[in-house]
């Protein structure tokens, strides 16, 4: 029994001397749950002990990694800091403390994270209305991707959300997004677009999972535009002008926001040359190498819209008249005077000259902005074209006038062969003298109001000559005759002479005389009858006498015949 009892006074006292050594030497920890720390942040894991004045520190990974720290003992308490924190910082730590034979040993648990900036929030453009647009919500450096939850907003509208749930193949920091496409509508304007990201760190310890998740957001105020339409351009006076004039032109754009104008001309090779970037553009002065093509165009962030106008820039006019023109005829010997006037320019100079280069033939005079060109007498050397060449500064115009020449200065002349008889043949002639051009000449001879003959004269090689021309005829007169008019009618064929003598005639009454009851008077059938009766009687004694030579076979006298009847 007392050996019993030695034996359990010894295990009792055993104990005791364990329980008493337990309670004077422990080992704290801090801090005391997991660590989650973000990479490049700086930690620091930190052992005490109770109970041991000099106790000894070690510090290793479960995995015997390299501690990736730094260790500070100072006498009960040793500190490894971690600055900065990396991904050769997630581990499980221990620290192990000694006193004496005995040990202590307690464990860190270090997760790390990479949460460092908000998201953000890319366009894949401007927002234009009816243009569907894709919104990107990027979560740059993110570590442990698949704890991330992203989601987008506009305004209290879910657009979609997004959950990264595929497995790490390896530790790094990596960007993850999310992708929405929508379309734009004018009520979207002033909206808030908003891109949430949440990281889910705490989820894996059992004792924080009442703890949120670490959160970013980023927000942008909608701004949607309609791309310039409906451009116009107004132009006053006109799109043609005079040089010197001046044109404003004005232009106007829808859009949102309000389009910006530019105007530019239009370059040879096709490029553009900037004027002005107001609504309004005005242009003085204006030459001709101003001509050409302008143009507006609307533009804003989402778009642009153009238009031209094509603007004609034309020489100052300044006119030019001849007179009498275009085309006189002229009277061979009279005065003709050709005059060139001009209007809107101040000093011209005048140049006169013929189409074919031949001698003016005339005397020029100027008289302020008048010039005339005398030919006097015309004769045929003026039959041309004239020109008249004006210039004013450095523009010239030409204006041209046809001169004609004619002769047609006396009445016709009526001429008969003799007296008109009853009965008794008669020669007329109707003579114009002095005409020119004889091709366009047309006689005719009339007697009363019946026409006897007419004539037109052909173009004989259009020389250039005077000349008489004449219509002959013959008839034979009556006694009926007698008081009727006989009218020698001439007409020249030139349609320029509208006020000029373009016929002449001449008339004479006719006086027809009977016929004479005397010796001295034979009628044509007397005389007829008279002539053939002195042929026809010697041809018959002609005929006997050879007859009866033939039938006496001798010699026959009609004297002596004539004789012995006697």
């Not at 366009?440 to 004269?457: A, V, Y």
């Amino acid at each position: 029994m007392p050996r019993k009892m030695v034996v359990i006074f010894g295990a009792l006292n055993i104990l005791w001397m364990v329980f008493a050594a337990s309670q004077a030497f422990k080992i704290e920890i801090s801090p005391k749950s997991k660590i989650v720390a973000q990479i490049g942040d700086s930690i620091s894991l930190t052992c005490s002990t109770t109970g041991c004045e000099s106790p000894s520190f070690s510090w290793r990974t479960q995995i015997d990694s390299p501690l990736n720290g730094k260790v500070r003992n100072e006498g009960t308490m040793s500190t490894l800091i971690m600055d900065p924190v990396s991904f050769g910082n997630e581990h499980s730590y221990l620290c192990t403390a000694t006193c004496g034979t005995s040990k202590a040993e307690k464990t860190f648990q270090v997760d790390i994270y990479s949460f460092p900036k908000d998201p953000e929030i890319h366009l894949s453009g401007p927002l234009e209305v009816g243009k569907p647009i894709t919104v990107k919500c990027l979560v740059p450096d993110v570590y442990p991707f698949d704890r991330l939850e992203i989601e987008m907003k506009k305004g209290d509208h879910l657009l979609e959300k997004k959950e990264f749930l595929e497995s790490m193949e390896r530790k790094s920091l990596e960007n993850k997004s999310l992708e929405v496409t929508f379309t734009p509508t004018n009520e979207d304007t002033g909206k808030v677009l908003a891109c949430q990201a949440k990281l889910h760190v705490y989820e894996i310890d059992d004792e924080a999972q009442e703890k949120e998740p670490q959160k970013r957001e980023t927000t942008k105020k909608l701004q949607v535009y309609i791309s310039p339409k409906n451009t116009v351009i107004s132009v006053n006076p006109s799109t043609r002008l005079q040089e010197s004039g001046s044109v404003t032109m004005t232009c106007t754009s829808e859009g949102l926001p309000a389009p910006q104008i530019f105007w530019s001309k239009k370059l040879d090779n096709g490029s553009l040359q900037l004027l002005s970037e107001n609504a309004t553009l005005t242009l003085i002065a204006m030459r001709m190498e101003d001509s050409g093509i302008y143009v507006c165009e609307g533009v804003n962030l989402v778009g642009k819209n153009g238009k031209e106008v094509e603007l004609v820039v034309q020489e100052k006019l300044f006119t030019v008249e001849l007179s009498p023109g275009p085309q006189i005829a002229a009277q061979i010997g009279d005065s003709v005077v050709l005059t060139c006037g001009v209007t809107g320019c101040e000093s011209p100079s005048f140049f006169w000259r013929t189409q074919t280069g031949s001698p003016l033939s005339g005397k020029v005079r100027r008289n302020g902005t008048t010039s005339t060109l005398t030919l006097s007498p015309v004769s045929f050397a003026n039959e041309h074209s004239y020109l008249c060449t004006v210039t004013c500064g450095h523009k010239k115009q030409e204006k041209g006038i046809k001169v004609d020449l004619y002769s047609f200065s006396r009445d016709p002349e009526i001429e008969m062969s003799k007296l008109l008889v009853d009965g008794n043949l008669v020669n007329i002639s109707c003579k114009i003298p002095n005409v020119y051009p004889s091709d366009r000449l047309e006689i005719e001879l009339l007697k009363g109001e019946s026409i006897m003959k007419n004539k037109t004269f052909l173009v004989d090689g259009h020389k250039k000559s005077l000349e008489t021309k004449s219509l002959e005829m013959t008839f034979i007169p009556t006694t009926e005759d007698t008081g009727k008019v006989l009218v020698c009618r001439a007409k020249l064929h030139i349609d320029e002479m509208e006020f000029e003598l373009k016929q002449r005639q001449s008339t004479q009454i006719l006086h027809v005389n009977g016929r004479e009851n005397n010796k001295d008077y034979f009628s044509p059938e007397l005389l007829v009858l008279y002539c053939a009766t002195s042929l026809i009687i010697p041809a018959i004694g002609m005929i006997i006498y050879f007859a009866r030579k033939a039938n006496m076979k001798g010699s026959y006298s009609l004297v002596e015949a004539q004789k012995s009847k006697v």
